[in-house]
């Protein structure tokens, strides 16, 4: 089955830093999404990573925050800038494989802001 | 805006029993999708309900969709300790998920 691959997997940060995060599929995708998951909490959707363009924000988050690229099908790049601690969650990369019908996510990246 | 409610929140069960989560969705959704999260872990897709009247089983997890009602029911049948985890449901727009709140599932031998 195709493996999605985030890095790192976690991470502990200073305040007012930045930190990318990292996703690779091993096969070919339609398309690419960034979700936060909060402590204790449920997940929510940051950005659809577009392939070749700027990435399409949900409310409440804006490209100067969490930037992302996407320069192939499949790597992308999310960045948290200028960290605080209520940036401290899990980022999931998450992507719809091509004729699954199916959205995949992969393993996280735990990020906490000290 | 597609919102997802989802219930109970916590469920504590005693191994055997069945037990059934609950997730209603507002607007029209193009897909549902169940996933399984372990602690400290990622998301494990369970099922991804595309019709209405649509029913799958693994093992002893089953979903059903009332796409007219907007509700999607996790039906556990005698539940082992392993099942034990958060179960989210998810309701799609276009690509995109709407989740909910996420149901703890605790199974007590």
């Known amino acids: 089955s195709a493996v999605i691959s985030q890095k790192p997997s976690r991470d502990i940060c200073q305040r007012g830093t930045s930190l990318t995060i990292q996703c690779q599929v091993d096969s070919q995708v339609t398309m690419m999404f960034w979700y936060r998951q909060q402590p204790g909490q449920s997940l929510t959707l940051i950005a659809t990573?577009?392939?070749?363009?700027?990435?399409?924000?949900e409310s409440g988050f804006v490209i100067d925050k969490f930037p992302i690229s996407r320069p192939n099908l499949t790597f992308s790049t999310l960045t948290v800038s200028n960290m605080s601690p209520e940036d401290s969650s899990i980022y999931l990369c998450?992507?719809?494989?091509?004729?699954?019908?199916?959205?995949?996510f992969g393993e996280g990246s735990r990020l906490t802001v000290l | 805006e597609l919102k997802v409610e989802q219930n109970p929140l916590f469920l504590s069960m005693q191994e055997g029993k069945n037990y059934t989560i609950y997730c209603n969705y507002s607007?029209?959704?193009?897909?549902l999708y169940w996933y399984r999260q372990d602690p400290g872990k990622s998301l494990e897709s369970l099922f991804v309900l595309l019709s209405n009247g649509a029913v799958k089983q693994e093992g002893r997890l089953m979903a059903s969709l009332d796409t007219k009602a907007r509700l999607s029911t996790l039906h556990i049948t005698a539940a082992v300790h392993d099942l034990s985890a958060t179960y989210f449901c998810?309701?799609?727009?276009?690509?995109?998920?709407?989740f909910g709140a996420g149901t703890i599932l605790r199974v007590k031998s």
């Open positions: 990573a577009n392939q070749g363009s700027e990435a399409t924000y």
């Open positions: 998810a309701a799609s727009y276009g690509n995109k998920l709407v």
């Open positions: 607007t029209t959704s193009d897909r």
């Open positions: 998450s992507v719809d494989f091509v004729n699954t019908g199916e959205l995949f």
